[in-house]
């Protein structure tokens, strides 16, 4: 499996983004966004669950929204009212083999990040 992103850019704060995530095949797993500033560890923004559950760090919530298209293989990231600290490389992930994590703890779960398939992140920065 491969994960692309896409729709990263630089954008002034109060600005919108709208990040893709294309997988070469259907995901029967949940799915997430992560970002990674720098000097920072990668955290978890937003996952999707197979059945469409969402779950968003208190961060995002309300200004991101996480959705998957099903027929196109795509996850997408709607950034609304960005803000300077959201400035960071952006990554999708999935799980690797058969899905087993709800949303919530795809997201969380660090010590299980090494085990997510990822792609090669989109940056975005807001001035």
């Known amino acids: 499996v491969q994960l692309v992103e896409s729709g990263g850019g630089s954008v002034q704060a109060g600005g919108s983004l709208k990040l893709s995530c294309e997988a070469s095949t259907y995901r029967y797993t949940s799915m997430g966004w992560f970002r990674q500033a720098p000097g920072k560890e990668r955290e978890g923004d937003a996952a999707?669950?197979?059945?469409?559950?969402?779950d968003y760090d208190d961060s995002v919530k309300g200004r991101f929204t996480i959705s998957r298209d099903k027929d196109k293989n795509t996850l997408y990231l709607q950034m609304n009212s960005l803000k300077p600290e959201d400035t960071a490389m952006y990554y999708c992930?999935?799980?690797?083999?058969?899905?087993?994590?709800?949303?919530?703890?795809?997201?969380?779960?660090?010590?299980?990040?090494?085990?997510?398939?990822w792609g090669v992140g989109t940056q975005v920065t807001v001035s």
């Open positions: 999707i669950d197979v059945d469409g559950f969402t």
């Open positions: 992930a999935t799980e690797r083999g058969s899905g087993v994590l709800g949303a919530k703890l795809f997201r969380t779960s660090e010590a299980a990040y090494g085990s997510y398939i």
